[in-house]
């Protein structure tokens, strides 16, 4: 069956650095399209960023433009989400998505 299983949540200063994870299995990884949403406390599940089946295409919110780079490795199964100058407003769990299928999610805290 489908299964995606995101890692690399934690806590981190503002300022800092993170990269989730996202490792698929269960289907032909290279043949979809992979996003990268976030649910912050309170809050509705946002899109952060998206990326064509081979890579070549990407996509930001506009929140996150600049400080977020989506990629994948699909000789791997998976794909990242490399976060730079992390601010407290992205404080959320982090989800991947293919379609209908979401992963559990990690959590990423910013605080100081």
């Known amino acids: 069956q489908v299964q995606l299983v995101e890692s690399g949540g934690g806590l981190v200063q503002p300022g800092g650095s993170l990269r989730l994870s996202c490792a698929a299995s269960?289907?032909?990884?290279?043949?979809?399209?992979m996003s990268w949403y976030r649910q912050a406390p309170g809050k509705e599940r946002e899109l952060v960023a998206s990326?064509?089946?081979?890579?070549?295409?990407?996509n930001y919110a506009d929140s996150v433009k600049g400080r977020f780079t989506i990629s994948r490795d699909n000789a791997k199964n998976t794909m990242y989400l490399q976060m730079n100058d992390l601010k407290p407003e992205d404080t959320a769990v982090y989800y991947c998505?293919?379609?209908?299928?979401w992963g559990q999610g990690t959590l990423v805290t910013v605080s100081s």
């Open positions: 998505r293919k379609e209908l299928v």
């Open positions: 269960g289907f032909t990884f290279s043949n979809y399209a």
């Open positions: 990326i064509s089946n081979l890579g070549k295409r990407t």
